[in-house]
């Protein structure tokens, strides 16, 4: 996928940006990186915590925001990643060691080991993590919001 398909500008990106965070932080400061594939949009704010939220749930939000804000614009979805304060690749490191960790546990004692409820950005992280892992495999299981990855043993 080419971001070449997207009517959209940076310009546009940092008009909406601008917008949002006037409203939360008027202090933020951000840098919108745009390659081939992707649209990142990193934020530093006095107010990260904040604006994380738990387990990174305000972060989602906000990022939903945009995302509906940009396609209001110019009338079509935007694939925009927004990171506050590095706080996507700190949680991307976390959610791959624990995937990797319970991996080893299930390798170890041949059980299934169930990962804690997560979004489906991270749930994605999980199963990229475990294609290098010969003998497991992971599995989602349950509904939003309490969708989780069990990582069990892989059937030959």
């Not at 506050?84 to 960790?101: D, P």
């Not at 804690?116 to 990229?128: C, D, N, Q, S, T």
């Amino acid at each position: 996928m080419s971001l070449d398909k997207y009517k959209i500008s940076a310009k546009a990106v940092e008009k909406q940006a601008k917008t949002l965070f006037k409203h939360l932080d008027p202090e933020a400061s951000w840098e919108l990186i745009i390659d081939d594939n992707s649209c990142l949009l990193k934020v530093d704010t006095g107010m990260s915590g904040l604006l994380i939220g738990r387990h990174g749930e305000t972060l989602e939000a906000l990022q939903h925001i945009l995302r509906l804000m940009l396609a209001k614009e110019c009338e079509q979805y935007y694939p925009l990643t927004l990171d506050i304060a590095g706080y996507r690749e700190l949680r991307a490191k976390e959610v791959e060691e624990m995937a990797k960790k319970a991996a080893q546990k299930v390798i170890a004692f041949g059980e299934g080991e169930a990962l804690p409820p997560m979004g489906a950005y991270e749930r994605r992280l999980v199963h990229m993590a475990l294609q290098g892992v010969e003998g497991v495999e992971g599995v989602s299981e349950g509904e939003e919001p309490e969708r989780r990855i069990v990582i069990r043993p892989r059937k030959i």
